[in-house]
């Protein structure tokens, strides 16, 4: 799935950088997200990103 990441900042509006996979699956939670999405984020449970690109670039990539 690609992921545009002007949509994917709308998802992680209100999360506080650095974090984790895990705590960002839960911001894209509380602003309904898609399923996909929150299974991509939560398996960048180890990771730590500094803003919302750095994830958009990681899910484009399909790196975890």
Partial sequence: ?????TQVATYLEGAEFPAT???LAGVAAGN????EL????????GRHFQDAPAVAEAL?????
């Fill in 1 to 5: 799935m690609a992921y545009d990441p």
């Fill in 21 to 23: 996979g895990g705590e």
């Fill in 32 to 35: 309904d997200a898609p399923e």
């Fill in 38 to 45: 929150l299974t991509r984020l939560r398996s960048f449970e």
């Fill in 60 to 64: 484009t990539q399909g790196t975890d």
